[in-house]
């Protein structure tokens, strides 16, 4: 019962503030990979990094991702997702790019290989029945991005 007591205490307590990113604390989106199919088409790999001490489950995400400073789309992820305590969860979505610019963004990063990324995320989690908390994350760091 104790095992349980305090991690079940914890959400209850955070879901109680009025904060829009206490429950998401700790909460990170990092890219792992940008690929380019031959049809055109460009998927995103990314990952829900959880290192606190409870479960979250993920109802959605949208994500507006950034290479070398240009906005070069955005993805959307509507399949809910379970995260459990101090683990990572991996998805991989179509990426609706925003144009000519993130075009050209987007080929120099394949010939280079890698690009440094900025993402804007918007994650809902459930909390209990109907109830949700939606939050603002961002993170950067360096993606590999390939041609396929």
């Known amino acids: 019962m104790k095992k349980y007591f305090a991690p079940v205490l ?12 206490t429950i998401t604390v700790g909460l990170k989106i ?7 199919s031959h049809d055109g088409t460009t998927q995103v790999s990314w990952r829900i990094v959880n290192p606190n001490i ?21 993805t959307q992820e509507n399949e809910a997702m379970a995260i459990p305590a101090q683990t990572n969860a991996n998805r991989t979505t179509k990426l ?12 120099e990063a394949i010939a280079a290989g890698t690009a440094t990324y900025r993402t804007e995320s918007i994650i809902i989690i459930r909390l ?15 993606v590999p991005v390939t041609a396929k």
Do not use: F, P, Q
């Open 128 to 142: 209990y029945g109907d109830k949700t908390d939606k939050s603002s994350l961002t993170s950067a760091g360096k």
């Open 30 to 36: 990092e890219l792992t990979g940008i690929a380019r």
């Open 54 to 74: 409870v479960s979250y489950l993920v109802d959605e995400t949208t994500h507006r991702i950034y290479l070398n400073g240009t906005l070069v789309g955005t």
């Open 96 to 107: 609706v790019t925003a144009g000519a610019a993130a075009e050209r963004t987007l080929s």
């Open 10 to 21: 914890l959400l209850l307590l955070l879901a109680g503030c009025s904060s829009n990113n």
